[in-house]
Nanobody, 126 residues
Framework: QVQLVESGGGLVQAGGSLRLSCAAS????????MGWFRQAPGKEREFVAA????????DYTDSVKGRFTISRENAKNTVYLQMNSLKPEDTALYYC???????????????????WGQGTQVTVSS
């Protein structure tokens, strides 16, 4: 059983930056593809970014490309999401997920992850 705990959310002005962290415990972190998803009020949860088990492959939804960067440190059992040039439309509850999956370029975008954290709120003011 893997436990995931997100941190780093908060209130920031448009154009600002935040760095989210997701700490994992209870499993072998390097066996899991990791993803970030977000859910805004009244909307469905959507894919934001994902990273392969060794950190070689990454994927981003179009709306965050060039602004967000996903990374991981397997030695620290942690995945990060660096968010720059934040916009009000980035406001959402951000979740990290873990799935025991080999990178295939497609599956990481589906919400079929094995484990989820509780989420961290990001609010961007205009």
């Amino acid at each position: 059983q893997v436990q995931l705990v997100e941190s780093g959310g908060g209130l920031v002005q448009a154009g600002g930056s935040l760095r989210l962290s997701c700490a994992a415990s209870g499993g072998t972190f390097s066996r899991y593809l990791m993803g970030w998803f977000r859910q805004a009020p009244g909307k469905e949860r959507e894919f934001v970014a994902a990273i392969s088990r060794a950190g070689v492959n990454t994927d981003y939804t179009d709306s965050v490309k060039g602004r967000f960067t996903i990374s991981r440190e397997n030695a620290k059992n942690t995945v990060y999401l660096q968010m720059n040039s934040l916009k009000p439309e980035d406001t959402a509850l951000y979740y990290c997920g873990a799935v025991s999956l080999v990178w295939d370029g497609r599956s990481q975008r589906r919400g079929e992850y094995d484990y989820w954290g509780q989420g961290t709120q990001v609010t961007v003011s205009s």
